[in-house]
């Protein structure tokens, strides 16, 4: 049973194309994240979400909207690809803010290539 | 902002030894947790271990040590009897405890690449 899944874990696409990564969390957890780790393997935030709320929005372009319909589910939809949005993003979930040792689990990671 | 430091890109350490990974960050939290997660080449990010400022003490996972050194602002990660399945990039992460100044995000350092010889 997978705690944290993302969907697909391998995207290959052509610039210009619109794309979405899914991801799923089966721990019960009220916050999910997305991550974004570039060429060099650097992690960064993008976005958190609480109980379907936008918590988080670093300084990432519009052509970025994440979604959650419920707070088990965190989509990550992109707009009009970029060579530069090639990368592995990771999604990843954790119980309530604030909520005493409250660590963050990651999915598999999707890797995104923009051809 | 707080900012995490791994200094030592690439490390190698022979199987059954031990070896120590560096980390510094700044904060001017008084509270906040660390960890160490570990991302072999399946990429999976694993959770080895985790730290709260609070505790003197510091956090062993079986062969995973921290030695926390909160006024020197240091949090290095100490693998002993090192296995082959040990070698991965390792990942220094700060997350404040209050909420509302970090929403939660874990803040990264750049990674130190860990090599097992045989």
């Known amino acids: 049973d997978t705690a944290v899944s993302q969907t697909p874990k391998y995207l290959v696409t052509q610039m210009g194309n619109d794309k979405s990564i899914k991801c799923e969390q089966n721990?019960?957890?009220?916050?999910m994240y997305w991550y974004k780790q570039d060429s060099k393997k650097f992690l960064k935030i993008m976005f958190s979400?609480?109980?379907?709320?936008?918590?988080i929005n670093e300084t990432v372009p519009n052509r970025f909207s994440p979604k959650s319909p419920d707070k088990a589910h965190l989509n990550l939809h992109i707009n009009s690809l970029e060579l530069g949005d090639s990368a592995v993003y990771f999604c990843?979930?954790?119980?309530?803010?604030?909520?005493?040792?409250?660590?963050?689990?990651f999915g598999p990671g999707t890797r995104l290539t923009v051809l | 902002a707080q900012t995490v430091t791994q200094s030592q890109p690439e490390m190698s350490v022979q199987e059954a030894e031990t070896v120590t990974l560096s980390c510094t960050y700044d904060?001017?939290?008084?509270?906040?947790?660390l960890f160490w997660y570990k991302q072999p080449p399946s990429r999976q990010m694993i959770l080895v271990i985790r730290q709260e400022a609070y505790k003197q003490q510091n956090a062993t996972e079986n062969r995973f040590s921290v030695n926390f050194q909160k006024a020197a602002k240091s949090f290095s990660l100490k693998i002993s009897d090192s296995q082959l399945g040990d070698a991965a990039m390792y990942f220094c992460a700060y997350r404040d405890i209050r909420e509302e100044t970090s929403g939660s995000r874990l803040t990264f350092g750049e990674g130190t690449q860990l090599t097992v010889n045989p």
């Open positions: 990843a979930s954790s119980q309530v803010p604030g909520a005493s040792g409250s660590t963050q689990f």
């Open positions: 904060t001017s939290e008084s509270d906040y947790y």
């Open positions: 721990l019960g957890h009220d916050t």
């Open positions: 979400y609480n109980n379907k709320e936008l918590i």
